[in-house]
């Protein structure tokens, strides 16, 4: 199965004995991933923009529905990075691929 890096590092965590963090919005349960950078040594923060079009991909591609997930941004003086919320229910089916 071809992979980029983003989609490795969403399923290597789905993998993981903890899973994605869970939250509970509205009293349902959904699962989240943030992928991004903090600021380095260098007081740089690396801005990959790519991550965001890597998760609607994957979501093509294990077929989680446009109105099942959000993409938040998360843009400020310590981090750049985006943050995809699924339903619990994709979650698992997602994770019986794995």
Known sequence: MNMNLTEK???EKLKSLEGWSKDII???????????NIKNCNDEIIKNDNIKKDFIDFAEKYGISANKYTIKTVSNNYEHSYIMLIDEQDYNRIQKIF
């Not at 509205?26 to 991004?36: A, S, T």
């Open 9 to 11: 590092i969403m399923v």
């Open 26 to 36: 509205d009293n349902n349960v959904i699962r989240n991933i943030c992928i991004g």
